[in-house]
């Protein structure tokens, strides 16, 4: 995975609520066993026409919006728990998820691919929202280190928790395995002293 600092982009607004994994990779496209491709598909419902057509009324489709931020509203991620719903966002190019809810399965999905999970209040999130809704230019600026999420420039920032592990890992750019190998000179040490 790639390392995660700090990020300033644009963002994209998704402003519904409980958007479920189904809704963000539709499971006919389910079959791939690997990561590549499905970043094509993601809101696949939503972006396209039955006929396959764009669907020029959906957000990431409209190009005064871009960036590797998706605002979304409260309960992202909800429904069954497959990990091709973060495969699918990361495919697309997002880093970074805002909302108020997350289900837990996607959380921990979203973590270990590389995706930052930011909860915060419904009312920052509000706020969030109608900002880059009305100026598609505004910069987010996310400092994992610290925890913070804000508006570029405007002095409007606030915390966010995400689990201590994780956070190393995101940092580091490790996978679980890769935290493992980072922890080969203790384990060795440890097998040593105890064999």
Same mark, same amino acid.
């Given at each position: /995975?790639?390392?995660? $600092?700090? %990020?300033?982009?644009?963002? *994209?607004?998704?402003?519904?609520?409980? *958007?479920?994994?189904?809704? *963000?990779?539709? #499971?006919?496209?389910?079959?791939?066993?690997?990561?590549?491709?499905?970043?094509?598909?993601?809101?696949?419902?939503?972006?396209?026409?039955?006929?396959?057509?764009?669907?020029? &009324?959906?957000?990431?489709?409209? !190009?005064?919006?871009?960036?590797?931020?998706?605002?979304?509203?409260?309960?992202?991620?909800?429904?069954? !728990?497959?990990?091709?719903?973060?495969?699918? %966002? #990361?495919?697309?190019?997002?880093?970074?998820? @805002?909302?108020? +809810?997350?289900?837990?399965?996607?959380?921990?999905?979203? =973590? &270990?691919?590389? *995706?930052?999970?930011?909860?915060? !209040?419904?009312?920052?999130?509000?706020?969030?929202?109608?900002?880059?809704?009305?100026?598609?230019?505004? @910069?987010?600026?996310?400092?994992?280190?610290?925890? $913070?999420?804000?508006?570029?420039?405007?002095? !409007?920032? @606030?915390? +966010?928790?995400?689990?201590?592990?994780?956070?190393?890992?995101? =940092?580091?750019?490790?996978?679980?395995?890769?935290?493992?190998?980072?922890? /080969?000179?203790?384990?060795?040490?440890?097998? /040593?002293?105890?064999?």
């Amino acid at each position: /995975m790639e390392k995660f $600092t700090t %990020l300033s982009s644009t963002a *994209i607004p998704l402003p519904i609520e409980h *958007i479920d994994t189904d809704q *963000i990779i539709p #499971a006919r496209f389910l079959k791939a066993t690997d990561k590549n491709g499905f970043g094509d598909n993601v809101f696949r419902d939503w972006r396209f026409h039955k006929d396959g057509s764009s669907n020029t &009324n959906f957000v990431l489709n409209n !190009s005064n919006y871009s960036g590797s931020i998706l605002i979304a509203g409260t309960n992202f991620g909800c429904g069954s !728990s497959r990990e091709h719903a973060a495969w699918a %966002l #990361a495919g697309y190019g997002f880093k970074v998820i @805002v909302s108020s +809810f997350f289900a837990d399965i996607f959380k921990g999905n979203a =973590l &270990n691919n590389g *995706i930052l999970p930011i909860q915060i !209040s419904e009312e920052y999130l509000q706020l969030l929202l109608k900002e880059v809704t009305e100026k598609p230019d505004t @910069v987010l600026q996310i400092d994992l280190e610290k925890q $913070t999420i804000g508006i570029q420039g405007s002095g !409007s920032s @606030v915390t +966010f928790e995400i689990d201590a592990y994780k956070k190393l890992c995101l =940092l580091n750019g490790y996978d679980d395995i890769d935290y493992l190998v980072s922890k /080969m000179d203790k384990i060795q040490a440890y097998e /040593m002293a105890n064999s």
